[in-house]
Structure formats: C-alpha cells, structure tokens
C-alpha cells in the first residue's frame, strides 16, 4: 500500500502544522488497514483493492486546478451554475435565486462533522481531502431554478488522487434540485468523495447525479443523509460512463413522515464497473422508503446492487420497497444483488423483488413481427426498461434531457 | 385450554431416560478421537481421515459471521462419545435392544418394534453417539438398498463410503463441518442401486439424552442412476438448562436421473420462556446433483433448538438437474433462527426453486440467508425465490438477506421478499366465526406455510402442522 501511494501533504493548501499532523495521523490509519477488498462484506462483490492495484502503479494526490478551456453548459433548462475543477470550487453563478436564500462557499473539511470513522476511505479523505463545497438553502425558501454542479476534470490527471467534501443543508420548509454533472477527460484517475446532507423538517431535496461523455475516472462517493419531520428527499443516479463507480448512501430517516426515493437507471458498457449501496434506517414511525435500481449490463461489464432496509422497533407502519433489475446482454457481463432487510417492528410494508435475465424473447418476436428490425427492436426494450426511472422526474425538461442523454448511450449498444 | 396447560405442554419431548452410559473422556483431542474409532471398531483408513480433520481443525477458527451470537462454547468440557451401556456389545436384532430404549422411542411415538408397523417406515435411530436399531432391512436388503449405521457401513460397504464421505463436504470446508468430520459418531448411510425406487420412507430419529454432550452424527445418502428415495429426519432432546452442541454433516449425491427427497422436522429442545437452555444446532447440509437430470429436494421445518444455524444447500453440477428448498422456520421466546440456503448453478438448464416462509413471535430472530449463483457455464438457467416473513409483536425481528450472482445473459434469476405482521381482517373473521385467538392465528400461520407444508410427506406433515401451532402457543395477545 506504501509502494502505491505517493503523497506530498505539502499540495494540500493552507495546511498548519497541527493540521498536518491530524493528517498524517489519518493517512497512517488508512495504509495499516489499506483500501477495502472482497473480505470486508461492503466490498464483497466490488474488490477496490484488487482493481485500483490492477491499474494504478504509482498514485499522487493532484494540485492542479487550472482550466482554461471553454465551459461547455447545458442550455436545455434554465439553471444556477456552481463549478467545480476537480473536486475544488471555482465559482458560482446563482442569479436565478435570491441573493441572502442561497449561499455556497468552500468548504475545508468534514472533519468536524465526523467522529467516528465510516469506512477506510473516510480516513483517506479526511487525511487527503482538498475542500469541496458547502451548500445552503435558507428557511421557507424554495429555489427558482435548479442548481447544476458542473463538476469538471482536467485532462492532466493521470495516476491521481482527489479527495474532496461536500455538506448541503436544506431547511425548513425550502426546496432545492441539486443535479451533479461530471465532465471528464481521458485520463485516468481516483476520486473519493464524502457528503453530509441535512434535511430540515417540511424540506424537499432532489438530487440528480449525471456523467457527461465516458470518462476514465474511478469514483468512490459516500454520502450520509438525515432527514427531519415530514421531509423528502429524492435521489436519481445515472452515472454510465465511468470505468468504476460505487456510490455508498446512508439515509437516516430520523423524524416521522419522512420519505426516501433513490431511484438508478444505469446502462454499463465495456469494462464499466458500478455498485449502488445503500442502508435506509427507519428510526421513526410513519416514514416511507422506495428504492428502484436498474442496471443494463454490456460486454464485460459488472453491476452491483446492495441496499438495506433497517426498520427500528418503534418505527411502526413503515412503508419500505426495493426493486433492482438487470438485463444482461452479453455472457461476459455480470450482476450481483444483495437487497438485505433487517425488520424490528411488525407492523410494517416491507418487501423487495431482484430479478436479472436478458431480454425477453418473446417482446422482441412481437416487435419483430410488426416490422422492427432486431436492433431497433432491442434497443426500444432497453429504454423501455430505463425509461421507467425518468417518469419520476416532474420537471419536464430536465426529464426530456435526461431521455436524450441516455437514448444517446442506447445507441452505441451494438 | 387453560394457560397452565399449555406451558406444561411447550415440549413435550423434554423427558430424560434414566439409562447407564458410556461415555468417551471429556475434552477434544487426539485421545479422544483415537479412542472413537476404536469402540467404532474402525479400519485404518478411517482413523487417519478423521486425524487429518482435527489437524485442519487446529488452524480453523469459528465464524463469527452470523447473526445469532453465542456464548463461547469450551470444546474441552464436552463429551464427544457417549452411548447407553447396554448397547457396547452391539445387539444382533431388535428383541435384544433394551427394553429401556424401546419405552423411550415409543414415548416418542417411534415404534422400533416392526410388528407395530409405522405405515411402512423404515427407522434408523440415533440414541446419543449410537444407532440403536434400524428397522425393516429384510425387506430393503431384498432390493439392494443399503440402509445402515455409518458405523457398520464404513466395515461392510467401506468402497462407497470411501468414494463419497467428504465429497460434497470436503473435510477443511469450515469450522463445524470439520469438528464433525474429526469426532463423528453416527448417523444413517443410504445407498439406492441403479433403477430403483426405495418402496419405503427412510427415516432417521436422532435423540440427545446425556447431559454435557455433544451429538455430531453424519450421514450420507446417495442415489445411484434412476433412482429415488425419499429420507426423514426428526430430532428431539430433554429439557436442560444447559446449552448442548449439534452439529451434524449431512451429505447427499444424486447420479444421473436419480432423486432424493429429504425432509426435516427439527424440535431440539428450544430453552425454556427466558431463553435458558437448548441445543445449538449448527448443522451442514449439502447435496450434489452429479448426475444429469438429477434431483434433490430440501424440505425442513424447524420449530426447536436455542440458535438454528444451517443452510442445506445444492450443488447443481449435471445438466438440467434441479433444486430444491421449502423451508419454515418458525422463532418464539429467545430462540434464534439463520437459515437459509446456497444454489449452485454450474451445469446448463439446471433450475432450482427457494420458498422460505420465516415466523417470528416473542424475542426471537428470525434470519433468511441464502446464496443463488448462476456460473459462465449455467446456459439457460433458472432460479425463483420467495421468502416470506411474518412478524408477532414489536420484540422480535425478521431478516432477509439473500445474495444473488448472476453471471451469464441466457439465465433468469428472480426473488421476492415480503414481510408482514397477520392480518387483522383474517383474525377478526376467524374470531367472528368462533375461533378464539390462539386457534385463529394456528389457522392463519398454517395457511401461510401452507406451501411448505405440503411437500412434507404424508407421515410428517399432520406432525408438523401440529408442531407449528405449539410452537407459536403463548405468543398472542
């Protein structure tokens, strides 16, 4: 683990001694246990040892932030624009919205957020991480217009690290659509990122997480959620594109009536390796979790579902559901589920389905029959299966823009 | 029925027989195990298998994976062999057994004198680290079934016994299984010939009497080409209030077209209210379909024990053998429950079908854990899966955790989960037809394992019906 890390504490910026002590402290506790590999249950269908030492021989931490070249936007929608040059933030753009309601800033660390120690990357980011942003939406304020992180990469990130963090508060009674956009190069690199999300009591969060063009990037992300009194919160993941990708979600349903929606349509090609987990924990009675992960697997590529439901003793009439879906289009790909429930209270709705096949034959010989070639036959089923994740976004042009973003993706599918 | 009566009638298998015993030193050692293989009268072979586990077993450690959690168990302070003392010279026929072991198994409700006929079963039963008596081999022997003691089949059929013991549970496979492979004493050996359809159930009745004993019998059944053989099991101890161990290996092989069917009802003592007491059933079951178009079909109920932990699994190697698991496991008091089960999917067209059906009362814990694997080389595979929970009061918890690998694009794997308390309309309705609570809810919990329940044989399934409503007796209201 030594041999594959390089690390100059010295990059990280505006570091004092007892600052860089604490680091050192925590990249010490992150090298004796070392990156989480097939024996630790959470990565036991995604070995992140065995992939990052597979391909990475020497591992530095970056500090470039440069970047120069013209932003490419989305002009589907009207939107604020908050942009981010790998991982740190650049500027923000967030005239749609009241000035005093809506604040960004940077944000240093987690640190003080955490105490205990979520996993072995936590030690890593809170040894390595560069800062990130810290959003807040104010009281009885619901946001005019979405907010796109557009979160960019340099093409110089070759065998680098970033760590960053991010925290989002939504209060009372507010309203936010948060979508993350990552724009990535061809270069290959780590990024590992740790989010705390606050949800205040009547408060609405949704939050979109979207990848541009394919990207080489290895992405870990952990983002840990607690929600208040009759709040929401709903997350869509349609991250395609990335080499691996494993997003941990930990939703702490504290107060009653809140509810949690994440919903996964993914479409993984040549060597793509993703992994949705997720752990919901109904503290509370009355709340409501609904969890829809669909995964279309090409090639040699390898989707994982794990998702927990916990459901408290005292959190009666909990209404909880898990679905995840794969179609599996080619021998060499491979999908893995483990939908877990762990059931305290007996008056409850708890269940879930898993199922994993190919394309049911008898859709495409129906298709067929009515004069639809095989491919066009294929492909319609497939976004038939992905469309199903969308119709949940009300917003109808951020809808129409996600459609045409992945029937670009169908389209490769040979 | 007045409460009073009902506590009195919990377990009623709880009795001890006062008999004289036999027992090995205490302590797990190479003594020990030397000192099993010699009252078993055992060739050399058989001692160097056993010697090899425990040399495996002094570098494995336990899992600590599971849910339920116990106490840790001191291996030295147990005895591994004890059997009663009238059964050292091994009696030659049923009229020789003692009269003592008879009463005991009649009080259990298994005749082992054949005259009184049990509907024509076939018993093999395991008193401690003995087999006691196998009844009806005249007629089995007739057809070449070969229905036995291990024991006496490691001397007379020492081949097969070679060939297969430790095939589908090899000797390192994991803590327990290999304890067992170490210090077994007993347990039944079946073998059907080719093209032959056993005209019998086979039966086996495992009883622990001895106190601070361990029981780890095995047993091996296989089927050769085109056969079928139906196999039961059922288990009993007294009421103590110590913790005993079981663990047992159960190993099945099916050839080509062959089948077998094997059913379990566990009643292990459970522990008394406070959760005080009971057997520790830590058991591995595995069966292999070898063959082409074999079949094994897993069927347990599983009222007993203070931790069920178990899997019985299988492995389906031919091309277009099948799978199969019903199981109801059913938690009340302290009791806890992880079971489950593995299928693997390595021939092509194998298909295997899991419904689990968990009932949690009381304090209990209730976990549902099982594997489905469908490997590169499994084309055109199929697996459907359905557990369902039933949850009695905010104390106890119900646990799904299913692992499900799916690895090539021309199989079909599904799974459903739900979990529930009982229906308040169906207990009003039932109350408003006369029935009192406690019937009400014996009625609702049978028809929801009814699925189960019917894949039992004739034999077990009244017994088990009747074993699910005392098992839930006390939990409502």
Partial sequence: MERLFNIDFKKINSLNDKEVADRKKNFEFFLKRGLPNKKNENWKFSDLNYIISKNFKNITNNDEYTFDEKIETIHDFDHNKVILVNGLLKSCDLHFEEKSKVKIETLKSLESFH????????????????????????????????????????????????????????????????????IGGKSKFIKNTFEKINIDKNAVLKNIILQKTKCNGYFYKNISATQGYNS????????????????????????????????????????????????INHLAPNCKSYQKIKNVLETDSKGVYQGKIFVKDIAQKTDAYQLSKALILNDQAEFNAKPELEI??????????????????????????????????????????????????????????LEKNIAEQIDEIQ | MKSEELKNQDYK?????????????????????????????????????????????????????????????????LYYYSAPKSMKDKPKSIDEVDPKLIETYNKLGIPLNEQKRLSGVAVDAVFDSVSVATTFKGELDKKGIIFCPISEAIQKHPDLVKKYLGSVIPISDHYFATLNSAVFTDGSFV?????????????????????????????????????YVSYLEGCTAPMRDENQLHAANVELVALDDAEIKYSTVQNWYPGDKDGVGGIYNFVTKRGACRGRNSKISWTQVETGSAITWKYPSCILQGDNSVGEFYSIAITNNHQKADTGTKMIHLGKNTKSK????????????????????????????????????????????????????????????????????????QL????????????????????????????????????????????LEGSVG
């Fill in chain 2, 13 to 77: 298998y709880g009795f001890t027989t006062e008999i004289e015993n036999f027992k090995a030193p205490k302590g797990l050692s190479e003594k020990t195990i030397r000192f099993i293989s010699e009252i078993k009268k055992e060739p050399k072979w058989m001692l160097d298998w056993r010697l090899k586990a425990f040399n495996r077993l002094k570098v494995l450690k336990e899992p600590k994976w599971q849910k339920p959690k116990y106490p840790k168990i001191n291996y030295q302070d």
């Fill in chain 1, 232 to 279: 929401s919160y709903q997350n869509f993941i349609l991250s395609s594109g990335l080499k691996f990708n494993k997003i941990e979600i930990d939703m702490i349903l504290e107060k009653e009536k809140s509810s949690c929606h994440i919903l996964s349509g993914l479409n993984l090609s040549k060597e793509e390796h993703q992994e949705i987990k997720t752990q």
């Fill in chain 1, 115 to 182: 105490h205990q120690s979520i996993n072995n990357l936590d030690f890593l980011n809170k040894a390595l991480s560069i800062g990130g942003f810290y959003l807040e939406v104010q009281q009885n304020y619901k946001c005019k217009k979405p907010i796109i992180i557009y979160n960019y990469f340099t093409p110089n990130l070759n065998n680098k690290i970033i760590n960053n963090s991010n925290k989002i508060q939504v209060s009372q009674n507010s309203e936010l659509t948060l979508i993350e956009y990552n």
């Fill in chain 2, 428 to 471: 009003f309705y039932c109350n408003q037809r006369g029935l009192n609570q406690e019937e009400a809810v014996s009625l609702i919990v049978n028809g929801f394992c009814k699925e189960v329940l019917q894949q039992l044989p004739m034999e077990f399934a009244v017994e088990a019906q009747k074993l699910v409503s005392i098992s």
């Fill in chain 2, 354 to 425: 899991i419904i689990s059906k968990g009932i949690s009362a009381g304090q209990a814990d209730n976990t549902y854990r099982g594997l489905v694997d469908i490997g590169v080389k499994a084309k055109n595979s199929r697996n459907y899966t359905q557990c369902d929970s039933l949850l009695m009061g905010n104390k106890c918890g119900a646990h799904t955790v299913p692992y499900i690998r799916n690895k090539n694009s021309s199989s079909t794997i599904e799974h459903e989960a739900t979990t529930s308390k009982i229906n308040e309309d």
């Fill in chain 2, 191 to 227: 073998y059907i010939p080719p093209n032959t359809r056993c005209p019998m159930e086979l039966s086996t009745y495992f009883r622990i009497n001895a106190s601070e004993t361990g029981q780890f019998e095995r047993t091996l059944i296989i089927a050769d080409k085109g056969s």
């Fill in chain 1, 344 to 401: 305290y209270a007996d008056d409850v709705k708890c269940s879930h389905g898993s199922s994993s096949g190919s394309i049911d034959e008898e859709a495409i010989h129906y298709l067929m029959t009515r004069g639809i070639e095989l491919r066009a036959a294929k492909k319609l089923l497939i976004k038939g299966f992905l469309n199903e994740i969308f119709e949940n976004i009300p917003e109808e042009k951020i809808r129409t823009f």
